[in-house]
């Protein structure tokens, strides 16, 4: 996307008002996009508008995870969810270099991932992210890494729990087909302590027919990374991740 339609989509998107809160319908497919060359700068904005355009061609419900950097540019000029990769447990004041739960909505996010395997955090202060994001109708999406820490963020009431043994992910070697038993058990136990708790499958996850297998086992949907930020052509992989649900 050239700068020029970057700044006009700003404008218009700055007069239709920042979109925050109220729940994603499922199925859905989250994109974190990371700190991927393939997803910053310009690319970053033309992965969003691919996000979207399928979203829209397909009425499946895709949400994404932009650059901090980027994050309320981006939102500014899509129609789709978008959420930060990380927020801090503080309280706005003099903490340089982090990130409130504050800002981010002001960004015109919908809320954030938190404890993602490359940014784990203290079960106190995924609590305090947790009861804050409530009370500015943020919505929380927190990774795990197996079933017994999914059943224990669960008791925190997030908006979602996102399951990914970390020594799948980047490996495309989906979960859902390495190890259903997890992603099958951790909907169970999740769904037991909260029902109204959203369940992603990740790690892995590379195409439609791994969408599918999630799906079958139970998930509200995927949360994804590298296999569409790093391929060659992301819309024809959104589409067939798209064909799974």
Do not use: W
């Amino acid at each position: 996307m050239e700068m020029m339609a970057v700044e006009e989509r700003m404008e218009e998107g700055m007069k239709e008002g920042v979109k925050v809160g109220g729940k994603i319908e499922t199925p859905v497919i989250v994109l974190n996009e990371k700190a991927y060359t393939e997803s910053v700068g310009e690319k970053g904005f033309e992965l969003a508008e691919i996000c979207e355009e399928v979203a829209v061609e397909t009425g499946v419900n895709i949400a994404i995870c932009p650059h901090q950097v980027e994050l309320a540019m981006i939102a500014s000029v899509v129609n789709i969810p978008c959420f930060a990769q990380h927020v801090d447990a503080v309280e706005p004041g003099s903490h340089t270099g982090f990130i409130t739960l504050e800002a981010v909505k002001e960004a015109g996010a919908a809320g954030s991932l938190v404890n993602h395997s490359e940014h784990r955090l203290r079960i106190a202060e995924i609590d305090f992210i947790i009861k804050k994001a409530a009370s500015l109708d943020l919505l929380m999406i927190v990774c795990t890494n197996n079933i017994a820490v999914s059943k224990a963020v669960a008791e925190l009431k997030p908006y979602a729990i996102a399951v990914e043994p970390p020594e799948l992910i980047g490996t495309g070697q989906g979960v859902s087909k390495v190890d259903p038993g997890i992603v099958e058990n951790t909907v169970k136990e999740v769904k037991q302590v909260d029902e109204e708790s959203i369940v992603l499958c990740g790690a892995g996850v590379t195409n439609g027919e791994d969408v599918r297998a999630a799906i079958e086992l139970g998930a509200d949907g995927v949360l994804l990374a590298s296999g569409v930020v790093k391929a060659k052509d992301p819309r024809a992989v959104l589409l067939d991740l798209v064909s799974g649900l």
